[in-house]
């Protein structure tokens, strides 16, 4: 079973600050993906990053980069320069990559960028 | 691309009328996923196919949900009777066919806002 734990319910930070957002996974799955979705207050849900469980490096995109610590099973995003519009839901999830199977996701943390 | 459809994005009824949810994916894609979001549960996986056809529907609650994929461009989830603890927002996803590292993310529909009275 897979499992994803998001230990922050909430986090606050200034305009133009960089922040990181935890998230921990458990999986007995030798291959997995791991990914991030911002949901903000309209609802929707937005897909910003993924991290292959054999990449090499830590993804990146545009603002977003993952640090990946594969021994710590840890998938953290780290958003730099943080924008009143980065204010929203972060949802980390994952799956295995043995077929399309469906996410498993964690409780999301709430970010709020203060002015 | 029009993206993931679902309709309708909100709903309010009373408890013990029949709902039902449609879905339509991307086209091209090959795999749909229904998930339900709670505060209670956060995001929870419902149902998913793959082909059209149901692979595992281990998340659905209990008798009274059921859901269908008659085609490739859509799908249905009903929920009869419905139940006030069947109020949520239930996403509708689709992702494209598995390729040589290709991580297929999942795409969202909007959502239905479902409230049961």
């Known amino acids: 079973a897979q499992k994803i734990t998001q230990t922050q319910p909430g986090m606050f930070v200034q305009e133009k600050e960089a922040v990181t957002l935890d998230c921990t996974y458990d999986?007995?799955?030798?291959?997995?993906?791991l990914f991030w979705y911002k949901q903000p207050s309209s609802g929707e849900m937005i897909f910003l990053i993924y991290?292959?469980?054999?990449?090499?490096q830590n993804a990146t995109e545009g603002r977003y980069s993952l640090n990946f610590q594969k021994a710590r099973k840890s998938a953290n995003l780290v958003i730099s320069a943080s924008q009143l519009g980065d204010s929203a839901m972060y949802f980390c999830?994952?799956?295995?990559?043995?077929?399309?199977?469906?996410?498993?996701f964690g409780k999301g943390t709430r970010l709020s960028v203060i002015a | 691309d029009a993206g993931v459809i679902q309709s309708p994005r909100h709903e309010v009824t009373e408890m013990g009328q029949e709902v039902t949810l449609r879905c339509k994916p991307i086209?091209?894609?090959?795999?749909l996923f229904w998930y339900r979001q709670t505060m209670m549960r956060g995001l929870e996986l419902l149902i998913y196919?793959?082909?059209?056809?149901?692979?595992?529907d281990s998340g659905m609650p209990e008798d009274r949900f059921s859901a269908k994929m008659p085609n490739a461009s859509f799908s249905t989830l009903k929920i009869q009777p419905s139940e006030p603890r069947d109020s949520a927002v239930y996403f509708c996803?689709?992702?494209?066919?598995?390729?040589?590292?290709?991580?297929?993310?999942?795409?969202f529909g909007p959502g239905t806002r479902l409230t049961v009275l």
């Open positions: 991290q292959g469980s054999y990449d090499q």
């Open positions: 086209s091209g894609h090959n795999s």
């Open positions: 996803a689709s992702s494209l066919p598995l390729a040589g590292g290709s991580h297929n993310e999942q795409f």
């Open positions: 999830a994952m799956r295995g990559v043995s077929g399309n199977t469906p996410l498993v």
């Open positions: 196919f793959n082909n059209n056809v149901p692979i595992d």
């Open positions: 999986t007995s799955d030798p291959s997995y993906g």
